[in-house]
């Protein structure tokens, strides 16, 4: 499912005008995202959470050339699914 087709989903199950929809789903991953960007800690209980990893600066290789190259510190959004996702995933088991 790609964002246009949520948008979609909601519309039908809500009965929202498409624009309406478009900026409720807009709005929650905006509030999503400005969040990490603080590097708060996002949770949507049962389904998943997000938070930002800070990685120290290493030595790296480059893959081409095999020349060691420095990476400098960086900061990375993390997703871990939530119990109840992974539990619906993987129902066969």
Not at 47 to 75: D, M
Request: glycine content about 8%.
């Amino acid at each position: 499912m790609n964002k246009a087709e949520l948008v979609e989903t909601l519309r039908k199950k809500t009965g929202l005008r498409r624009v309406k929809a478009e900026q409720v789903v807009k709005c929650f991953f905006g509030q999503i995202a400005d969040a990490l960007a603080r590097g708060e800690r996002v949770e949507i209980r049962g389904l998943c959470s997000f938070h930002v990893k800070q990685y120290r600066s290493y030595t790296g290789r480059n893959p081409k050339t095999g020349e060691a190259i420095w990476v400098k510190p960086k900061k990375l959004p993390f997703f871990r699914c939530g119990k109840e996702l992974r539990e619906r995933v993987d129902y066969s088991q």
